[in-house]
């Protein structure tokens, strides 16, 4: 039987190049591998002859084209969509619209070049699927000479912030479906108001039975009803956006430059969605169809850049400097409909917990798993239970968190979502060259000065928002 943790004598003779430059002792260069290997990935099949990553991927659920597209939108579209109104108002009516385009381009391809790299390095590693802690170990273990020693860091790096990001997410999602449902409950009950923890608490058995849900091909129907409840609660918002709308000469066009960095901060940690990107591409029945020109991909973060345009660009026009730093809290509280949206938004961010906590799932079982031997079906949903009570916990316990889980994301994404995808990128290709003029590596110096200012002013506004919570 082959091993398929080898390449055979007659894949090399295929791989062979006809005037044998690339041979040294009988065996290919590192370089002519890695050029073989991104030709394979390229082309997004085998020639018959060669490993094919995509169909030798063996997944007991795998996910369509479709169910994966609806978990992309779901992951993309959170509650950040809800604050670009006020990141507008930090740019301006025309430079929003600009720079929101911008910001979707730089996060979609981070997102692009992560996957690309997976799959060359699935060819290079005869390995079928990688995590994004994988991708990166890989990337820096087979890479040039000097990136060796950050391979298992740059692995434990990105584990500890994605948990750290995504489980602290998780709390906050919590507490955003506690105060959505609280605020109804409090309208029609003033005088009786429920605690807010108390209300938290409540969500305890609902949340463990979401996340029981097990795996993403079961999960994808939950995240197609909470895009339904996101799009007709955004549907109602808009509604009131609309109605009686200003001219659009009545707001600035151009803010003032020195409040560009609150919007770049708010729209990149909006539309950030790095940690799902793998998982999902993981899960597919046809992964090479995540990338590409017309790709899974690309058709996700078009639809999700024209829906953040489109709030934006209504919410700033319609409230001007009164525009708050969640749309839904201009709405007039009274009435039915705005009520409607809150317990909608509510509703879909309560369905978007299970997406959320299955990228903490995995790390997590991933390093526990070989503990559980005998009982792994049992131990696994012990594992989820704990997870979410400890999540809830949290909440309950600091109701206020949303600031610091700001900073942990301003940090943890700008690192995870700008800074590592296109270092993996650089030492993935090192060998093969980046391009006529170096044209890749002069792109990536420029996302990582992105991903830079991203962190620095990121972390800036999360830390005024925790000095004026407890000023």
Not at 138 to 157: E, M, Q, V
Not at 445 to 457: E, M, P, R, S, Y
């Amino acid at each position: 039987m082959e091993d398929k943790n080898n390449t055979t004598a007659t894949e090399l003779d295929t791989f062979l190049p006809q005037d044998g430059s690339n041979m040294k002792d009988g065996v290919l260069s590192a370089k002519y591998k890695v050029q073989v290997a991104a030709r394979d990935a390229e082309n997004g099949h085998a020639d018959g002859k060669t490993f094919n990553p995509f169909s030798e991927r063996t997944i007991q659920n795998p996910t369509t084209d479709c169910e994966t597209l609806t978990h992309l939108l779901k992951a993309s579209l959170g509650t950040g969509i809800l604050a670009m109104p006020v990141a507008f108002k930090s740019a301006g009516l025309l430079v929003g619209v600009f720079a929101t385009v911008l910001v979707a381009f730089i996060c979609t391809h981070c997102a692009y070049i992560l996957v690309k790299c997976a799959h060359v390095l699935y060819y290079k590693t005869r390995r079928t699927e990688m995590s994004f802690a994988d991708v990166s170990e890989i990337a820096f273990a087979t890479g040039p000479s000097w990136g060796r020693r950050f391979a298992k860091p740059s692995r434990y790096l990105i584990q500890i912030s994605l948990f750290a990001t995504y489980y602290g997410t998780c709390s906050v999602y919590a507490i955003i479906v506690a105060a959505n449902f609280r605020q109804i409950i409090d309208h029609y009950n003033a005088p009786d108001k429920i605690s807010e923890r108390l209300t938290i608490a409540f969500l305890l058995v609902p949340m463990i039975l979401l996340s029981w849900i097990p795996n993403l091909k079961y999960l994808a129907p939950v995240s197609m009803v909470a895009n339904v409840f996101m799009a007709t609660g955004l549907g109602i918002t808009i509604y009131y956006l609309v109605w009686d709308m200003p001219p659009v000469n009545s707001v600035p066009l151009i803010a003032p430059i020195s409040e560009f960095p609150q919007f770049f901060s708010i729209t990149i940690f909006a539309m950030e969605a790095i940690g799902v990107v793998m998982p999902l591409e993981n899960n597919m029945k046809t992964p090479q169809h995540f990338v590409g020109i017309c790709g899974v991909l690309n058709k996700g973060m078009s639809g999700v850049t024209l829906i953040y345009i489109l709030l934006g660009f209504l919410g700033y026009l319609k409230y001007n400097v009164a525009t708050q730093g969640s749309i839904t809290l201009n709405l007039p509280t009274e009435e039915i409909p705005a009520q409607v949206v809150k317990i909608l938004i509510a509703l879909a961010v309560y369905c978007t917990f299970g997406l959320q906590f299955y990228v903490c799932l995995e790390i997590a079982w991933k390093g526990l798993k070989d503990r559980f031997q005998k009982k792994p079906m049992i131990m696994n949903y012990v594992l989820r239970t704990l997870l979410v009570t400890g999540a809830i916990l949290i909440a309950v316990a600091v109701p206020t968190i949303e600031p610091f889980i700001s900073l942990i994301g301003a940090f943890c994404f700008s690192i995870l979502g700008l800074l590592v995808p296109v270092l993996i990128e650089t030492v993935t290709y090192w060998d093969v060259g980046f391009g006529p003029g170096n044209w890749v590596a002069i792109k990536n110096i420029i996302i990582c000065i992105v991903g830079l200012l991203a962190l620095t002013f990121g972390s800036r506004s999360a830390m005024i928002d925790i000095v004026k919570l407890y000023s």
